[in-house]
């Protein structure tokens, strides 16, 4: 669902002119023309169409709401350059002065039914694990609700599916373009400076020692023999001195 689509919705629905669109954004100190307004409000397929961007739209939700409600403490929002269904809806229900039951009622008027703890899903935050997406049926019947509460019979021809692709894949290569621009505050800088080696100068001569240590002399156990074999003859010797005493014995027995 493009950002163009539902601002033609509410302007159809709370019956706003172009002047009122642009002291909508006035509001929040962001300033477009009526000509910009009127290329918004344009068809898709109309050749002098121009989409209205996630940080834009973000600015005339911003602005609706301090239209409608006023401003805390003073305050203007800080409007995302990055929006989904969401967080629309939920700019929507504080503008509006919406609780649950409202958004409730408004989709029971489009005929589409939704339970509090699905409505309740799409405003947790997005770490949450009840958190849910808003998808582009549920806002849409929000919005056609909303119309038919206002007195307004739908005139708004539906989505495509190609422009609704169409209008993420532009968002989304918007957000990274804008993301590229963001300077890191802490980032570090590389320095020009060449990192020092340090060698120990004692490494060729433990090399030589090393060297020296393997050339020394082995003793070879060639001419004598070994403990081990020592041991196996003893062993062995042992054994055939038992055998004679047993055979001895068995035969004085015999």
């Given at each position: 669902?493009?950002?163009?689509?539902?601002?033609?919705?509410?302007?159809?629905?709370?019956?706003?002119?172009d002047q009122n669109l642009v002291d909508?954004?006035?509001?929040?100190?962001?300033?477009?023309?009526?000509?910009?307004?009127?290329?918004?409000?344009?068809?898709?397929?109309?050749?002098?169409?121009?989409?209205?961007?996630?940080?834009?739209?973000?600015?005339?939700?911003?602005?609706?709401?301090?239209?409608?409600?006023?401003?805390?403490?003073?305050?203007?929002?800080?409007?995302?350059?990055?929006?989904?269904?969401?967080?629309?809806?939920?700019?929507?229900?504080?503008?509006?002065?919406?609780?649950?039951?409202?958004?409730?009622?408004?989709?029971?008027?489009?005929?589409?039914?939704?339970?509090?703890?699905?409505?309740?899903?799409?405003?947790?935050?997005?770490?949450?694990?009840?958190?849910?997406?808003?998808?582009?049926?549920?806002?849409?019947?929000?919005?056609?609700?909303?119309?038919?509460?206002?007195?307004?019979q739908s005139t708004a021809e539906p989505?495509?599916?190609?422009?609704?692709?169409?209008?993420?894949?532009?968002?989304?290569?918007?957000?990274?373009?804008?993301?590229?621009?963001?300077?890191?505050?802490?980032?570090?800088?590389?320095?020009?400076?060449?990192?020092?080696?340090?060698?120990?100068?004692?490494?060729?001569?433990?090399?030589d020692r090393n060297n020296e240590s393997?050339?020394?002399?082995?003793?070879?156990?060639?001419?004598?023999?070994?403990?081990?074999?020592?041991?196996?003859?003893?062993?062995?010797?042992?054994?055939?001195?038992?055998?004679?005493?047993?055979?001895?014995?068995?035969?004085?027995?015999?």
């Amino acid at each position: 669902m493009t950002n163009n689509y539902i601002l033609r919705r509410l302007r159809y629905t709370f019956n706003y002119s172009d002047q009122n669109l642009v002291d909508i954004c006035a509001s929040v100190k962001f300033a477009v023309t009526k000509d910009l307004v009127k290329t918004w409000l344009k068809k898709d397929d109309d050749p002098d169409y121009v989409r209205c961007s996630d940080h834009e739209m973000a600015q005339f939700l911003n602005g609706l709401i301090i239209t409608r409600r006023g401003t805390q403490d003073g305050k203007i929002p800080r409007a995302e350059y990055q929006l989904n269904n969401n967080i629309i809806l939920r700019k929507l229900k504080i503008a509006l002065n919406y609780r649950d039951d409202d958004i409730l009622s408004m989709l029971s008027l489009a005929r589409f039914p939704v339970g509090r703890a699905e409505l309740s899903a799409l405003f947790r935050k997005p770490e949450h694990r009840h958190y849910r997406q808003c998808q582009d049926q549920l806002l849409r019947n929000f919005l056609q609700g909303l119309q038919l509460h206002c007195g307004k019979q739908s005139t708004a021809e539906p989505q495509s599916k190609y422009q609704a692709l169409k209008a993420t894949a532009e968002n989304r290569r918007e957000n990274d373009s804008s993301n590229d621009k963001k300077s890191k505050p802490f980032s570090k800088k590389k320095s020009s400076v060449k990192k020092v080696v340090y060698q120990n100068p004692k490494k060729t001569a433990r090399s030589d020692r090393n060297n020296e240590s393997q050339k020394r002399k082995t003793i070879s156990l060639s001419k004598s023999q070994s403990g081990d074999e020592k041991v196996e003859e003893r062993r062995l010797s042992g054994s055939a001195t038992n055998e004679s005493i047993w055979g001895k014995k068995t035969a004085v027995n015999g």
